[in-house]
């Protein structure tokens, strides 16, 4: 699960990282009465960010042609008209694609007086199956730009999970990033606490880009999380049920958002023939075969290893929303979950959306000729198929030869 910059603010405030003062607001009047707070406190500049789940905010134009979702402003008439220029209208980045995104929400706060940008994150190496802190003194640049072409300046700490991030692996890496004196004690405790975050929300990434040196009213310099992001697993949100609350669906796919309501894993995808399987990998496969063979998948779409028939039926209702589908290529291997009852399903969703395209069904595995045979004898124009080769050859032909 995804969630905007301002909630991954609220969960650094809670583990102590240190943020520019801020809050959401989702009218114009809201975003005034936030800046004139924010002014009053002596602060000369006010940032208007737009809240959308995609990167590259800054740098996006509105569909409306106001050009950037991130803006500084010097007095409380430029916030007000930034914000009319953002709320409710479309922003597209490199991220969103052309479709862009709705801007609803803001987040208002104080500006920075910025002396040097760094960049932070920590995310599970999969390779040495522990979390790993990354940091970097290009903050500001897409990590896999500096990867690409400076892989040096990349940092990298390996933490053991068994006892979490030390103290003076924190203290390391800020070295290693060229600070010094009471820096290296304020870039450790923020380290430390972005450590927390990550483990105890159970996220998948946590990434500050940029992380930055701010200089305040008295002179002094801070270490600032200046942006946020937060990717949860999840697997886990049912442990955090705050964090759950969190979830934006005006951010998803209404289609995901559907599926999610009957434990279904779907992301659409570009193509027209759809896939509906039993297992990620197997998914992965038949998505593969589907390309190989002259296709483009539509989707992917795992119902699990113990689906339902009502399941199946949800996942066939989801699929045919998708105005793009042209053809739906079924490829189940019966494991815990029986072909007999696939097919059950199938039948009861053919039947329910009144199915009028190509539809080619693979079964094996448990109670395969159950399942064959409850097809055979349906009476549907259903295709058969042995293998997943000629299940992916049957449906490209098929939907083919219906345009």
């Not at 310099?221 to 946020?228: E, P």
């Not at 119902?303 to 053809?327: M, N, S, Y």
Request: glycine content about 10%; overall charge neutral.
């Amino acid at each position: 699960m995804n969630i905007h910059e301002y909630q991954a603010k609220e969960l650094f405030r809670r583990h102590g990282v240190p943020v520019p003062r801020g809050s959401m607001a989702s009218t114009v009047d809201e975003v005034v009465t936030i800046a004139q707070g924010i002014f009053k406190e002596g602060t000369p500049l006010v940032v208007v960010k737009s809240q959308i789940h995609a990167g590259g905010r800054g740098k996006g134009t509105f569909k409306e042609g106001f050009k950037g979702g991130v803006q500084l402003c010097k007095s409380i008439e430029d916030v007000k008209r930034c914000a009319e220029q953002m709320l409710g209208k479309t922003l597209v980045t490199k991220q969103t694609g052309p479709d862009g995104r709705m801007v609803r929400k803001l987040l208002i706060e104080a500006g920075s007086k910025i002396k040097k940008e760094f960049y932070l994150s920590i995310l599970l190496d999969r390779q040495l199956s522990v979390p790993v802190m990354m940091a970097s003194t290009e903050g500001g640049m897409d990590i896999e730009e500096v990867a690409e072409r400076t892989p040096e300046k990349i940092l990298k700490q390996p933490i053991d999970p068994a006892v979490g991030m030390m103290p003076y692996q924190a203290r390391n890496l800020a070295s290693r990033l060229g600070l010094n004196g009471d820096l290296v004690a304020q870039a450790a405790k923020l380290m430390l606490g972005v450590y927390k975050v990550f483990w105890e929300c159970d996220a998948s990434l946590v990434e500050i880009n940029p992380l930055i040196l701010a200089e305040t009213a008295d002179g002094s310099t801070q270490v600032v999380a200046l942006d946020g992001k937060i990717n949860l697993d999840d697997n886990a949100l049912y442990r955090h049920k705050d964090i759950q609350e969190m979830r934006d669906l005006m951010e998803e796919a209404e289609l995901e958002v559907e599926a999610s309501k009957f434990n279904l894993n779907y992301i659409k995808l570009d193509g027209n023939i759809a896939c509906m399987v039993n297992g990620a990998g197997l998914a992965m496969s038949t998505m593969d075969i589907i390309q190989h063979f002259g296709g483009s998948p539509a989707n992917f779409l795992d119902v699990g290893g113990g689906a339902t028939k009502e399941q199946v039926a949800a996942a066939f209702r989801i699929i045919l929303a998708d105005p793009h589908v042209k053809g739906i290529l079924v490829n189940i291997f019966g494991g815990i979950m029986k072909c007999d009852i696939i097919a059950e399903g199938i039948l009861s969703a053919a039947k329910d959306v009144n199915l009028n395209i190509p539809l080619v069904v693979r079964l094996e595995g448990t109670n395969v000729k159950l399942g064959q045979e409850i097809i055979q004898k349906s009476g549907l124009a259903i295709i058969a198929a042995d293998s997943l080769s000629d299940a992916a050859q049957k449906i490209v032909a098929a939907v083919k030869g219906a345009k």
